[in-house]
Every structure is written in structure tokens, then in C-alpha cells.
């Protein structure tokens, strides 16, 4: 038995990528749930928001390499980010001026909604696929450890590596500072307060004399940042390719959902939720389980339940468990 | 009559492509129409008819081809012998764990009933894994270049039509049980999901149909075209026509795809018609449009919803088989959500959600125009770019992203209509 071998092997195959994962589904989560608790219906076009985002950040950081700006040891693509935000806030605002608003005045049934947003999905999709092309980009500089597996093994005299990498390192950081800042504006600011009583009860906030305008365009203002944040997050951290980002879709959703739809803690713990279950159950446990189990016990097999490319049918298993037991989500849904 | 002169503008757009371009791609867009329609058809009977909300067309499709491949192709004997039985063993064992966690969760009370339902679940799942994973290791070892799966039935292909709608109407009961009566959004999310996981089966399981490495070569229910050609009698006919043997052949089989996709279109179609006129129908209707009142006035309107939801199912399976046998190949890695299921749901939308004859309509449209968006994208194309410089990036990435055209333009057709028209072309009645 070899219980500290065992834990940082568990650490850098099991709960660092998971915690990096978990960030970046939290984040998109989030705008999925607030556009479900504002707008009112569940955004198709979302993974594609992010994708479009991302695709700015990235062109943008292709021009800063060109010319030789670069961070130091940080990714160039930090510096993009706002660039990013810009494109994607300007698009969505466009697509809510002359796409969404029409829909809203109606007061359609959000299924209709939904379906509206199927159309913004192919028209997103297919911009991202001309403008950059189908591909799949990379776009991340910088130092790529923050420790490499092998200095950890010098370091501790430890037969596992951990290996840290530093896009995962600023996943966390980046994505505890805009969940932060984003639980600060929502309780403590005037705008916030009037987004949450928006989501709690339309009518009265009408009455109260909240312009309905103006929460939808913070709210897409937020949604459009936390989109790109989280796509060019996990850009940084794999790659960029418009057809994954479409497929991360079920499992941002199902972050979203298992948490409580509308509620954003519920997304993030949902986000983490997913995250865990995934790399969990598609990780190979034999080595881990090797150090841990005591001498004699030790599997033969490679111990995985699943498959990696079973990965989408985690999420889906855990959402239906959720549904089926707990159809308001781990917490309680629908409000802000 | 407005039923009647969109569908005749349709047909003249076929017969256009006929005269500008050739038969062959004429052909080969009324052919994969007649599917698109009959995948539009399922997907009405689902929405239109019943307002459920399924983006799960795509698996269904998918099972549809499956089943073409293991009625059809000729069963390996090596590979059966080889782990056949350990397979099917396997498999029965999933099914009676699942079943016996079921029994579990149902029958047992109390605070164990979690617990001792996971352990069923853990114990049944670990005995499944150590039967089915060296059999089908045996089995994927056998001949993998060209074999390494279980093969099919060696039945006529035609059987496999049926059996797809069967094999998808099974994975809609399953789906269904559990899905529906949950919020229409949480049934998308479902069924986006399911089908995800059916591709996922498809493209890893080399057993069953050889996963990513396809299996080519599918029997067909029509002539080959070499045979044709060396068949006298034909050429002589062919030439009567004006035609060489080769073009004639290549025409002839399409010809022939084309009368029998017809022949289930239109027996679909005839079916979908009664059952929207019957009583039935007027129930469907009734639950779609207040679910409270119907249930009041004593309906099961769960019950109703699983129904309507195999049935569509079923027929998007069936579209599905017919599409793989008009390939002669099963692709999974080629099946993608925007193509198959979203591309659907155009169609519905565009022909008129609700009436069966908008949603034949919207199949035969949005696939024209999903096949000819690209050449006239070509052309739009090469006009813009006419004026820069030859070997320009910029040029050859405006030539390049065309063929991403087509998305753009079915979200903008499909929010254009949703916009002027959202009853669609040929509106309920």
C-alpha cells in the first residue's frame, strides 16, 4: 500500500483535469442558466455562442503573435479575452435586436423560443465555419507547466508525476475571479437586483418600474463574457474546433439542469457535478487503485467502467437519475 | 390548391436540376427528397401532431442503418464461433441486471431500497463485463481487416426496412418511459442526449457493425449496375433510348430506388392522413392544445404521448434503414446532429408543422436547396472574388468556406420563416 503515491496519481489524472473541466462547464452553465432565468427558454445556440467568442479571441491572438506581443509565460489569448467579449456581445445584441426582441413583444410560448434558437445555432455555427473554418486550431502559448511530472518526481522523490499545466491553473483562477465578480453584481448591485427580481416575478418588477430592456441587454451582455470566457478557457486548455464546442451543448446542459435550471450556484456545483462524473468513470482506476488497495488486492484489469468516448452518455445518465429523482435539480430551480 | 402548385414548383425544381445539370444529380436529390420527406413525416407526427419536442432524430436514423447491416450482411461464421454465444450471454445478463434493479427499486421499501439497488446494479454490471468483454475481444479479433463483427442475418434487405422502424420504436420505449411527461425542454436535452450515446455505441462497438472502419458493400434490394451493362437486352433498350449503356444503367438503379422509396412514402403518407383525420387525430390535437382539459375529459395523455412518440420514432427509423441501403455502406462517424436532426426540424418548420403534406413538402424543398446551396454559393462566390488577386489568402478562404454556406443559410430560411410565416408553407388546417 502506498497511500501518497496513490493520491497524486488520483490528483493528476482524476481531480486536476476534473477541476479544470468542471470551471469551464460551470462557466458555460451559467449563461445557459441565466438566459433560462431572464429569457426564458433554453438556448440551443449556446455551445455556438461560444464558439464564436472563442473564434475572435483566437483570431485576435493569431494578429498579437504576428506582431510579437506575447505575455511572458502567460497564453497571449489572456489579452484577447475583452476582444473576444466585444465580438461575441455585439453579435448576440444584434441577434437579440432583430431575432429574439420580435418573440419577446409577442410573448411567444418558449418553445417557440427554442426553436428560434435552433435557427441562431445554424446561422452561429456556420459563420464560425467560414470565418475560421472547420478545423481544429490551437492557439495557446506561454510556459506549458506550471510543474511538469517530471520536475514534481525530482522535487518529492515520488514515483507518480503531477503535472500541472498552466492553463489549468488560470481555468481556476479566471474562473473563481468571474464567478466572484458575477455573485457580487447579482446581490449587491442595483442592476443585479433588478435582474433577480426580473427572474423571481416579471410582473411586479414591471411594476416596480424595472425597464425589462434593459435587464435583457445586461443580460446578454453577461451571458456573451461568461460564453467566451469559458470557450476560450477551454480552448486554451484542448483545442478549438466549432464541432466540439457544439457538442459541449449536452453537457453544459446537463450541469445546468442537474443544478436547478435558472439557478447559477446550482450551475456551478452541476458543472462540477458533470465534470467528476466524467473523468471519473471514464478514467482508467487500475494504477491508482494499485497504491491503494492493500498488497494482494491489487486489480488486474484496467478498471474502467467506461469507455472515453462513452464520455456524453455520463452526463446524459447522471441528468436522467436527476430528472427522474429530483426533477427540480440539486437546487431548487427557476429563480435567481 | 396551393398544395398543389408549391408541390408542382418543387418538382419543377428537380426537373430543372434534370435539364441544367444532369439526371444523375436529379435523381440522387429526389431520392434522398423522398427520405428527407419520410424523416419529416415522423418528426411532424411527433410535433405537429402532438407538440412533443424531439432532437433526437439522429439516433433513430442511425439505428435504422444498424439494422440494415445485421438483417443483410451474411453472418460470420468464424466470429460466431468464435464468441457469438458469450456475447448474446453478456448481453441477456445487461438486460437482467438492469430489470432486476428495476424489480429492486420497485418492490423493496425502506431506507436500504438505494442501496441495495446499487449493489444489484454494481454486482450485475461487473459479471456483464466479465462475460461480454473477452467474447467480444474474440470476436473483433477474428479477420479484423475485413470482418472482426458478429455480420447479420443474411435476410433479404428489403426486411431490414421494417426492422429498423422496429429497432427505433424499442429505443423509443425506452426513451420514452423515462422521458417523456418531463418539461418539453428537458425532453429535448434527452433526446439530444440519447442520441449522442447511439453514436457513440455505433462508432465504438466493433462487434456489431465494425464500428469507425464501416462496413462497405451492402446488399441491395435493386440490380447492380456492371450486370446491367453486360446484360444485352438492356443495352439494346438503352440504346432505344438514346442512351449508352453505362449513363442508362446508373439512371435505371436510381430509377428504381426512386419507385420503392415512393412506394413507402406514399403509404406513409397515407397512414399518417388517416390517422390525423381519425379520432385519434382529433385526441392528439386536443392534448396538444390543452393537456389539462384532455386530461380532465379523461385521457391518458402520457400514454398518448409514448405512443405518438414510437410511432414517429419508427418511422424516422425506417427512413433511416432505406438511407444506408441507398448508400450500400453504414458510416457512423458521417451521422451529425445538424444534418440529421436539426435539418428536419427545417423541414418541418418550413412545410407547415401539423400537416403531413407541408412536412412531404418541406423534406423535398429544404433538400434541394441543401444540395444547391453550395454550387450557387460556388457562383456567388467566384463573382465576389472575381476582382482580387489570383493566390490571395483572402480568395482562396472566401472559395474554400462555400460549402459552409449551407448552414448559414438554412438558419437564416428557417428564422425568415418563423418570422413572416411560422404556420410554414402549407399551414394546418
Redesign the interface.
Same mark, same amino acid.
Given at each position: 500500500m502506498d497511500l501518497l503515491n496513490g493520491f497524486v496519481a488520483l490528483a493528476n489524472f482524476v481531480l486536476i483535469p476534473a477541476i479544470a473541466y468542471g470551471s469551464q462547464l460551470a462557466l458555460g452553465a451559467l449563461g445557459v442558466t441565466l438566459i433560462y432565468g431572464i429569457l426564458r427558454?433554453?438556448n440551443f445556440a449556446h455551445g455556438d455562442t461560444m464558439a464564436i467568442g472563442t473564434m475572435f479571441a483566437v483570431l485576435v491572438t493569431w494578429g498579437l503573435q504576428s506582431v510579437g506581443v506575447t505575455l511572458g509565460p502567460f497564453p497571449t489569448a489572456l489579452l484577447a479575452i475583452p476582444f473576444g467579449i466585444a465580438g461575441a456581445t455585439a453579435l448576440v445584441l444584434l441577434t437579440d435586436k432583430y431575432?429574439y426582441k420580435?418573440y419577446r413583444a409577442q410573448k411567444a410560448k418558449?418553445?417557440?423560443l427554442?426553436?428560434?434558437s435552433?435557427?441562431?445555432?445554424?446561422?452561429?455555427?456556420?459563420?464560425t465555419?467560414?470565418?475560421i473554418?472547420?478545423d481544429d486550431y490551437r492557439f495557446a502559448d506561454g510556459e506549458r507547466f506550471v510543474i511538469s511530472a517530471r520536475t514534481f518526481r525530482d522535487m518529492t522523490g515520488l514515483e507518480e508525476g503531477l503535472a500541472l499545466r498552466t492553463t489549468q491553473v488560470i481555468t481556476v483562477v479566471t474562473a473563481i475571479a468571474v464567478v466572484a465578480a458575477l455573485f457580487w453584481f447579482l446581490n449587491k448591485t442595483r442592476t443585479g437586483k433588478s435582474m433577480r427580481a426580473f427572474s423571481d416575478n416579471e410582473d411586479l418588477a414591471l411594476l416596480s418600474g424595472i425597464n425589462p430592456e434593459r435587464v435583457v441587454l445586461v443580460t446578454w451582455l453577461i451571458v456573451a463574457s461568461l460564453a467566451t470566457v469559458a470557450g476560450v478557457l477551454y480552448g486554451l486548455d484542448k483545442s478549438f474546433k466549432a464541432?466540439t464546442y457544439?457538442?459541449l =451543448? %449536452?453537457p453544459i446542459?446537463?450541469a445546468a439542469?442537474v443544478g436547478g435550471l435558472g439557478n447559477p450556484l446550482g450551475a456551478i456545483a452541476g458543472g462540477f457535478v458533470i465534470a467528476f462524473s466524467e473523468v471519473g468513470v471514464t478514467y482508467a482506476w487500475k494504477k491508482v487503485l494499485g497504491y491503494m488497495m492493500p498488497a494482494g488486492l491489487e486489480p488486474d484489469g484496467l478498471m474502467q467502467i467506461l469507455?472515453t468516448?462513452?464520455k456524453?452518455?455520463v452526463?446524459?445518465v447522471i441528468?436522467?437519475i436527476v =430528472? %427522474?429523482f429530483r426533477?427540480t435539480g440539486l437546487f431548487r430551480g427557476k429563480a435567481l | 390548391m396551393k398544395t398543389v402548385l408549391l408541390f408542382a414548383a418543387v418538382a419543377c425544381l428537380i426537373l430543372g436540376t434534370g435539364f441544367l445539370q444532369s439526371w444523375n444529380s436529379a435523381l440522387l436529390i429526389l431520392n434522398m427528397g423522398l427520405i428527407s420527406a419520410i424523416m419529416a413525416l415522423g418528426v411532424n407526427l411527433q410535433w405537429g401532431l402532438a407538440g412533443l419536442f424531439n432532437v433526437g432524430v439522429m439516433g433513430f436514423v442511425a439505428l435504422g442503418g444498424l439494422a440494415v447491416v445485421l438483417v443483410s450482411m451474411p453472418p460470420v461464421s468464424a466470429a460466431w464461433a468464435a464468441g457469438g454465444g458469450g456475447i448474446l450471454l453478456g448481453l441477456v445478463l445487461g438486460a437482467a441486471t438492469v430489470a432486476a434493479a428495476v424489480l429492486t427499486w420497485t418492490r423493496a421499501a425502506g431506507r436500504l431500497r438505494g442501496w441495495a439497488t446499487a449493489a444489484v446494479l454494481l454486482v450485475g454490471l461487473a459479471i456483464y463485463r466479465m462475460v461480454l468483454d473477452p467474447a467480444v475481444e474474440a470476436v473483433e479479433a477474428v479477420d479484423p481487416a475485413l470482418a472482426g463483427y458478429l455480420g447479420g442475418l443474411g435476410l433479404p434487405v428489403l426486411l431490414a426496412w421494417p426492422v429498423g422502424g422496429l429497432l427505433a420504436a424499442g429505443a423509443a420505449w425506452i426513451i420514452g418511459k423515462t422521458a417523456l411527461g418531463l418539461r418539453s425542454d428537458y425532453l429535448a436535452i434527452a433526446t439530444l442526449g440519447i442520441a449522442e450515446i447511439i453514436i457513440a455505441i455505433l462508432k465504438n462497438e466493433d462487434w456489431m457493425a465494425r464500428g469507425v472502419k464501416n462496413v462497405i458493400g451492402l446488399p441491395r434490394p435493386v440490380p447492380y449496375e456492371v450486370d446491367l451493362q453486360n446484360d444485352p437486352a438492356f443495352v439494346e433498350r438503352a440504346s432505344g433510348f438514346g442512351l449508352d449503356a453505362t449513363t442508362a444503367s446508373t439512371l435505371y438503379v436510381k430509377l428504381e430506388y426512386g419507385v420503392l422509396f415512393a412506394i413507402v412514402l406514399i403509404v406513409l403518407l397515407v397512414l399518417a392522413q388517416l390517422a390525423l383525420k381519425s379520432p385519434w387525430g382529433r385526441m392528439m390535437r386536443a392534448i396538444r392544445d390543452n393537456e389539462t382539459a384532455a386530461r380532465a375529459m379523461g385521457k391518458d395523455v402520457t400514454a398518448r404521448h409514448l405512443q405518438v412518440f414510437i410511432l414517429g420514432s419508427a418511422i424516422c427509423g425506417i427512413a433511416g434503414a432505406m438511407m444506408t441501403t441507398l448508400d450500400g455502406q453504414l458510416t457512423p462517424g458521417s451521422y451529425q446532429p445538424l444534418r440529421y436532426t436539426f435539418l428536419i426540424w427545417v423541414m418541418v418548420i418550413v412545410g407547415g408543422s401539423g400537416n403531413n403534406l407541408g412536412a412531404v413538402l418541406g423534406g423535398f424543398l429544404i433538400w434541394f436547396l441543401w444540395v444547391q446551396v453550395e454550387p450557387m454559393g460556388q457562383i456567388v462566390m467566384t463573382a465576389i472574388t472575381a476582382g482580387m488577386a489570383d493566390g490571395s489568402a483572402l480568395k482562396e478562404h472566401l472559395l474554400d468556406s462555400v460549402q459552409h454556406m449551407r448552414l448559414l443559410t438554412m438558419g437564416v430560411i428557417l428564422l425568415l420563416v418563423l418570422r413572416l410565416n411560422p404556420r410554414g408553407l402549407l399551414p394546418e388546417k
Open positions: 427558454f433554453s431575432v420580435f418558449p418553445v417557440i427554442v426553436i428560434v435552433m435557427g441562431v445555432m445554424f446561422i452561429y455555427n456556420g459563420l465555419r467560414i470565418i473554418g472547420p464541432f457544439f457538442q =451543448l %449536452l446542459f446537463a439542469i469507455s468516448e462513452y456524453f452518455a452526463s446524459f441528468l436522467v =430528472l %427522474l426533477p | -
